[in-house]
């Protein structure tokens, strides 16, 4: 069964590169991983997927290294508006979307 | 254009209760999954359509729950007996197919959720 692991909470200041690092201990060869953002009484908002070593957009970076066990988000300059739970998914076979319980990262002023 | 819609935005019911949630995909996703999620908690998976028909309904978590898609759009979550551990947010997602060639998933498109409360 695909689990993540990653940080429960988190605090940064306005400005600062914030990095997220989750666990996939058995990610599978052909297994992708995501991440979504979420805003009180929203729903998720897609960031970034990727497979392997660095995917770039936007709005942020996701580090995967070569054994795929763990990946890192990394938001550049965050604002107080980046105040979200942040999750990571590794995606396996039919593409329902297990969700860990997420980082909660507050923005500080 | 239009995101994934879901009515009723909130929802109270007594215990023991029928309820429907509906949920309006983005016009032309082929994909429909509903997710509940609590207080705290990351969404959790209910069921995903494929067109009309539930290609995975491994989530729901017992036979008083039920989901349908009849004409591939719009998708109706229905409880029945509703219990009061039912109370959650239920979230709608939608993508074009569930994973485009090469097997690279494809981006879910959530709805805001109805908050079903259940006293």
């Known amino acids: 069964l695909a689990k993540t692991t990653q940080p429960i909470s988190m605090d940064s200041y306005e400005g600062q590169e914030v990095n997220i690092t989750c666990s996939h201990n058995n990610i599978a060869t052909n297994d992708y991983i995501t991440w979504y953002q979420q805003f009180p009484s929203q729903g998720p908002r897609f960031i970034i997927q990727g497979y392997k070593t660095k995917v770039t957009n936007e709005v942020a970076s996701l580090f995967i290294p070569a054994d795929r066990k763990s990946s890192t988000l990394s938001l550049p300059r965050v604002s107080l508006s980046d105040t979200a739970v942040y999750y990571c998914?590794?995606?396996?076979?039919?593409?329902?979307?297990?969700f860990g319980t997420g980082t909660r990262l507050k923005v500080l002023a | 254009g239009a995101g994934v819609s879901q009515t009723p935005s909130n929802k109270v019911t007594e215990k023991g209760k029928y309820v429907e949630l509906r949920c309006d995909p983005i016009?032309?996703?082929?994909?429909l999954y509903w997710y509940r999620q609590s207080l705290g908690q990351g969404p959790e998976f209910l069921i995903y359509f494929q067109g009309t028909g539930a290609a995975d309904d491994s989530g729901l978590p017992n036979d008083r729950f039920f989901a349908v898609r009849p004409e591939g759009s719009v998708s109706t979550l229905k409880i029945q007996r509703t219990e009061r551990g039912d109370s959650a947010v239920y979230l709608c997602?939608?993508?074009?197919?569930?994973?485009?060639?090469?097997?690279?998933?494809?981006?879910?498109?959530f709805g805001p959720g109805t908050r079903l409360t259940v006293l």
């Open positions: 998914l590794h995606i396996a076979g039919t593409y329902k979307y297990i």
């Open positions: 016009s032309g996703h082929t994909a």
């Open positions: 997602a939608s993508s074009l197919t569930q994973a485009s060639g090469g097997g690279k998933p494809n981006e879910q498109f």
